[in-house]
């Protein structure tokens, strides 16, 4: 099985930056995908970014340009920088992991941790 531990969460004023990371535990070379959602209260959660262990990314709309994921395979670490940060950013980001056990395709979440943009 595969446990997520997110960090880097926090408070920042309007255009200002974070860098969110997580970190995986148990077995890492199971995992094939990994990334980032995000869901503000009254939302859905919705997908952020997300990254391949062959480094092919995805990304949403709403954060192309300001927004990077990467990922260390050998330490099972996903990483967003995220830049430009506005007020409609503010949500809990909870990282996820995709990964393969007992051959079945699973998905492992984080506990989240809370991004706020305000002035």
């Known amino acids: 099985q595969v446990q997520l531990v997110e960090s880097g969460g926090g408070l920042v004023q309007p255009g200002g930056s974070l860098r969110l990371s997580c970190a995986a535990s148990?077995?890492?070379?199971?995992?094939?995908?990994m990334g980032w959602y995000r869901q503000a209260p009254g939302n859905q959660r919705e997908l952020v970014a997300d990254i391949t262990s062959g480094g092919n990314t995805n990304y949403a709309d709403s954060v192309k340009g300001r927004f990077t994921v990467s990922r260390d395979n050998a330490r099972g670490t996903v990483y967003l920088q995220m830049n430009s940060l506005k007020p409609e950013d503010t949500a809990v980001y909870y990282c996820?992991?995709?990964?393969?056990?007992?051959?079945?395709?699973?998905?492992?979440w984080g506990q989240g941790t809370q991004v706020t943009v305000s002035s």
């Open positions: 148990g077995t890492i070379g199971s995992i094939y995908a």
């Open positions: 996820n992991a995709n990964f393969y056990s007992d051959y079945i395709s699973r998905v492992a």
